[in-house]
């Protein structure tokens, strides 16, 4: 009778049992990184900054011509979110993609947090998929918002005359050039998602968040300096930096989109690697300890 | 032991296949260059008297010859080049010698080596601007089928 009464207890308490999904572990994760102050300060820096750039520039006689596009700094606005682009992806974007997805799993560790979130009614699955989503957001949603910034600067500050291609020829349609503007700016996306993807992972491997931002970094700055010197060509269409540069070719006259497509099977193979090897230390790892 | 041999003779043949493959095709060949100069300066060269308010003239690139300065033996690798230009414009023949620095990404800077520094006025904003006709940038695809190199 006792063990009856308890076994029509215990059901109802088992199907009462709601399980989180992806969907709201991404919406408190990407709530948490929005909410950071450092996050925010970052990004208004970055946000402020071609501002500041193409003000000083249009204050000084030199223009930067050792820079694509820097020639053309006082001819039209468009060639502002342009020189912003050369320099990110040389150096900040794989900064950016570290800093925003760098500490995503291993802030848990640091704070000994994954023992509650996992074993409350949110699977790991669920944990993994949530947080990757939310760093992977951030991270496009704040290059995006840097273009956007860089473009209306350059807009404001020097005008809409017509947008040149890296063929030197002038596209005359303000619609047609920030199409291209665009078109530049979203082509850098598939390596950026590599960046990230390599920063989670190791975010994953080392649970330690200062690894987790240096580590991404390091890696960039390696390829960054390989794509500088004189070596093997192919090497270095296999590095995440080399698809950054992509959209030169989808800008000419005529382009060619050759650079792109390549650059896109180099950034999947960099992304499913990465986010494989994290999903499977991240689902086997012990949260015994926190 | 079985694993870490496969690994080793998987990142071994890995290894082959990127020498082998970067061995044969240079990015920067004396093809490539000498299809992207001539047509970037037609370009250029219409850009600036577009710019200066002129009326567009594109001039015709009658021939064009490129050699490495880094790589003599095989006019190939990136660093710089010089290019000999003969076009028309106009009716009027004229040549121009430029100053090709190219990078690793398949991208140049190109300077007439007479001179580098004319700036010209911008019609409609009235700015002083480096003369696209005698400095400007382009970038060649380095995928595509002009992988030849010397000729000479």
Redesign the interface.
């Known amino acids: 009778m006792t063990t009856t009464s308890a076994a029509t207890t215990r059901t109802p308490i088992t199907t009462a049992r709601t399980t989180a999904g992806a969907g709201t572990v991404f919406g408190v994760e990407l709530r948490k990184l929005l909410g950071q102050t450092r996050t925010r300060v970052v990004a208004t820096v970055l946000l402020v900054a071609p501002w500041i750039f193409i003000l000083l520039v249009l204050h000084q006689d030199q223009?930067p011509?050792?820079t694509?596009?820097g020639?053309y700094l006082?001819?039209t606005g468009f060639a502002t979110p342009m020189v912003v682009l050369v320099t990110a992806t040389q150096w900040l974007f794989p900064l950016i993609a570290a800093f925003i997805s760098g500490d995503i799993f291993s802030s848990e560790d640091n704070y000994g947090t994954y023992k509650t979130i996992l074993t409350r009614s949110v699977s790991r699955r669920a944990v993994f998929w949530g947080k990757v989503t939310a760093a992977l957001v951030a991270t496009v949603g704040l290059v995006i918002a840097i273009g956007a910034s860089a473009l209306i600067a350059g807009l404001v500050a020097v005008?809409d005359?017509p947008f040149?291609t890296?063929?030197?020829?002038?596209v005359p349609s303000t619609a047609h050039a920030i199409g291209m503007v665009a078109e530049s700016w979203l082509s850098v996306l598939p390596p950026l998602i590599g960046f990230a993807s390599i920063a989670m992972c190791v975010s994953v491997l080392t649970r330690n968040s200062v690894l987790g931002v240096v580590v991404p970094v390091v890696i960039g700055l390696v390829f960054q300096m390989y794509?500088?010197?004189?070596a093997?060509?192919?090497?270095?269409h296999?590095l995440l930096n080399w698809p950054m540069?992509a959209w030169?070719?989808l800008l000419?006259?005529p382009s060619?989109a050759?650079?792109f497509l390549?650059g896109l099977v180099v950034s999947a193979i960099y992304t499913a690697v990465a986010l494989t090897i994290a999903y499977v230390v991240f689902h086997r790892r012990d949260i015994q300890e926190g | 032991m079985r694993h870490l041999r496969k690994v080793l003779a998987t990142t071994v043949a890995l290894g082959a296949v990127v020498v082998g493959a970067s061995a044969c095709t240079p990015d920067t060949t004396r093809g490539r260059v000498e299809n992207d100069v001539p047509a970037t300066f037609a370009h250029a060269y219409a850009l600036s008297e577009q710019l200066q308010g002129h009326r567009p003239v594109t001039p015709d690139v009658t021939s064009t010859e490129c050699h490495s300065s880094v790589n003599t033996k095989q006019d190939s690798q990136p660093g710089s080049w010089g290019c000999d230009l003969s076009y028309t414009v106009d009716g009027k023949k004229k040549d121009v010698s430029l100053l090709v620095l190219i990078d690793q990404l398949g991208c140049y800077q190109a300077s007439n080596t007479d001179n580098r520094n004319a700036m010209i006025t911008d019609a409609s904003t009235g700015a002083q601007l480096p003369d696209p006709k005698v400095g400007f940038d382009g970038c060649f695809d380095v995928y595509d089928n002009r992988t030849n190199t010397s000729n000479r």
Request: no cysteine; charged share 30%.
């Open positions: 223009l011509l050792e694509l596009y020639r006082k001819t005008g005359q040149i890296v063929g030197n020829l002038e794509m500088f010197l004189n093997w060509d192919t090497v270095r296999a540069n030169r070719g000419d006259d060619y050759e650079p390549r």
